[in-house]
Every structure is written in structure tokens, then in C-alpha cells.
């Protein structure tokens, strides 16, 4: 079955410290890929994605993700966070329409 | 754009009453809606998936007679979950989504804590 795996479930940084959040997934097929935010008391919301083309993908607030096919990984990036970065992340695999999740990453960062 | 509303936020029932959780697309019409659960400190878990006018299709293990879905408008799909128990006590979280096809990106409701005494 498809799965997709993130390494560390809790990570707590200084401010200004650079991040870096592992995700694997599991399928052999052409995959969607998705990092997700969820603030306290906020809804998730999308922080970027990668379908093709370049595997070096921006999104928003500075955060970057690289998907490498050959490691079925899709890592997240961010070179010095920030206290307002403190937040749950989800990386997600899409084959079709259907997402499958990551257990989640709590980050906390101290200011 | 692209915001989904979910109502309510938190609901606290007694054993045996049914449930009513609302999703709504505000400002787009979704082709797709979807409907997770996620237990405490684990992962978001698709119970079902739903097409405007046509049934919903639920993921294996998922009881369609307890977790009932309407997709009645591109805008508004329901999930009532039918006389409650403690064990249905979890978040529940729903999706739009705006493609058809392999590209779907979907927005998400802010969830709705369901505590059932």
C-alpha cells in the first residue's frame, strides 16, 4: 500500500536556525507532491507543490522543498526560521485525486 | 480565493445522537469534496470521497451507514455521523477540490472537534 513517512515528529529550533523536514513516500507511479501548514487553531493550508518540471520547488514564507525521484523523498527546507513559523507540517502524495498524508511534523520555534 | 468554510468547529453530544457537520466552498465551486479523520497525534485519514449528485465512494474499513455524506451543490457537501458513540470522538476534517484530474489541489475546512460523552 502507499504510504508516505515523516522522520521527525516533533523539531525545536532557535530562531534563525536552518530547517529541514524529511518526507518518503511509497509508490512507484507518477506522484503529486504537497507540503501543508497547519497553524494553531488555523486550518491546513497549502504551503507548496510539485508536479513537474523543475524538482527544486519555492513556495511561500521562504520555504522550499526538493523532490528527488531516485529517494521517493520530497524534503522541506527553510534557511532561517522564524517564531511565526511555529506550526504543524504535512507532506502529502497525491496519485489522482486522492491525497495520502504524513503523520505530521510539529515544529516549535524559540524566539 | 479558494477558502472552504466548515460549521461547526466543536460539537459535544450525548451517546446516540446524530451529528451534522457542514463544508462549504466559498468563493469556488468543487468538483470533488472530501472527508478526514484524524486521530490525536496521527495522520489525516480519507474516510470518503464525494461528486456533486452522485453517492459518495468510502474508503475501505469506513461504515457508510454511520458517517452519512450528501453532496447536494457544488458548494456544500454534509457528513452526519449517525448515532454517535465515544469511539467517534476524533477531528474531523473536509476538503474541496477544485480539478477533475491528476492535478487536483485541495483546500481545506478549518475541522470540526467532535466529542461524544
Known sequence: AQSVSQHNHHVILSEAASLELGCNYSYGGTVNLF?????????????L???????????IKGFEAEFIKSKFSFNLRKPSVQWSDTAEYFC???????????????????? | GAVVSQHPSRVICKSGT????????????????FWYRQFPKQSLM?????????????????????????????????????????????FYICSAGIDRVAKNIQYFGAGTRLSVL
Open chain 1, 92 to 111: 502529502a502524495v497525491s496519485m489522482g485525486y486522492k491525497y495520502i498524508f504524513g503523520t505530521g511534523t510539529r515544529l516549535k520555534v524559540l524566539a
Open chain 1, 35 to 47: 507540503w501543508y501548514v497547519q497553524y494553531p487553531g488555523q486550518h491546513l493550508q497549502l504551503l
Open chain 1, 49 to 59: 507543490k510539485y508536479f513537474s518540471g523543475d524538482p527544486l520547488v519555492k513556495g
Open chain 2, 18 to 33: 446524530s451529528v451534522k457537520i457542514e463544508c462549504r466552498s466559498l468563493d469556488f465551486q468543487a468538483t470533488t469534496m
Open chain 2, 46 to 90: 480519507l474516510m470518503a470521497t464525494s461528486n456533486e449528485g452522485s453517492k459518495a465512494t468510502y474508503e475501505q474499513g469506513v461504515e457508510k451507514d454511520k458517517f452519512l455524506i450528501n453532496h447536494a451543490s457544488l458548494t456544500l457537501s454534509t457528513l452526519t455521523v449517525t448515532s454517535a458513540h465515544p469511539e467517534d470522538s476524533s
